[in-house]
């Protein structure tokens, strides 16, 4: 595997820390994130005043979000200061 210039490497750690950043926000507990759907179905369902109702995601699992804690440890590791660290080992 190629040697990252310092340039490149700066930039990934940008990157990372840039996620890093998106992570806390999202996963902070005074965020909820909601699926909209055209009305709600349950007691717990959020209506809008159009009709819509909005239902709590959990964030933690079975999302999408699940994957940025992966990219991130990806990352991570990818930018380890180890000798011999391959992405092609994760």
Same mark, same amino acid.
């Given at each position: 595997? %190629? @040697?990252? @210039? ?25 965020? %909820?994130?909601? *699926? ?5 179905? @349950? ?14 995601? +959990? ?11 992966? %990219? ?9 200061? +180890?000798?011999?660290?391959?992405? *092609?080992?994760?």
């Amino acid at each position: 595997m %190629a @040697t990252l @210039t310092k340039k490149q490497r700066a930039s990934l750690e940008l990157v990372l820390r840039d996620m890093k950043r998106a992570r806390n926000y999202i996963f902070s507990p005074t965020l %909820a994130i909601a *699926h909209k759907r055209a009305y709600g179905t @349950t007691t717990l369902d959020y209506v809008r005043p159009d009709g819509t109702a909005l239902y709590e995601v +959990t964030k933690e699992y079975g999302s999408d979000l699940c994957g940025l804690d992966t %990219a991130i440890a990806h990352l991570e590791r990818f930018l380890a200061p +180890t000798e011999g660290n391959s992405y *092609h080992e994760l």
